[in-house]
């Protein structure tokens, strides 16, 4: 038996912004596998000493994009859990609260954008490879 009706769909918010943590990774997944690829031969890496290093540091920023991005989003997924367990709590004691509370979330979820849109300019910065 549901005790507050009123705050179920308020309850569904948090859940919603958690998932997104989720899909950040996700798009950080797609755009680092698809843009670390050597023109060509893989054995073109190993023909001079620019490609190998070339090689080296899209491995190196793939890594720490991919550190950088989940550790923010799993932080962020925790504490937009967390707030959105006080939102149920303090929303069924007084109606009043939620929009503010929501805000907080709201800033607390911007944590994981963050951290993608540091992915994306670290992706966008890694080694290119030399075409031909």
Not at 16 to 27: P, Q, S, V, W
Not at 33 to 53: H, I, L
Request: with cysteine.
């Amino acid at each position: 038996m549901v005790k507050m009706p009123r705050i179920q769909s308020k309850n569904l918010i948090s859940i919603i912004l958690c998932e997104a943590c989720g899909i950040y990774g996700l798009i950080i997944a797609l755009l680092v596998s698809q843009g670390k690829r050597p023109s060509g031969d893989w054995s073109a890496v190993y023909s001079s000493m620019e490609n190998y290093q070339i090689a080296e540091n899209s491995g190196f920023a793939s890594f720490w994009i991919g550190i950088t991005v989940g550790l923010s989003n799993v932080f962020c997924g925790i504490c937009v859990g967390v707030l959105g367990s006080s939102t149920a709590l303090v929303t069924a004691q007084n109606g009043s609260t939620f929009i503010s509370m929501l805000i907080v979330i709201i800033f607390a979820s911007a944590i994981g954008l963050y951290a993608v849109i540091i992915g994306i300019v670290v992706n966008t910065q890694s080694g290119s490879w030399p075409s031909g």
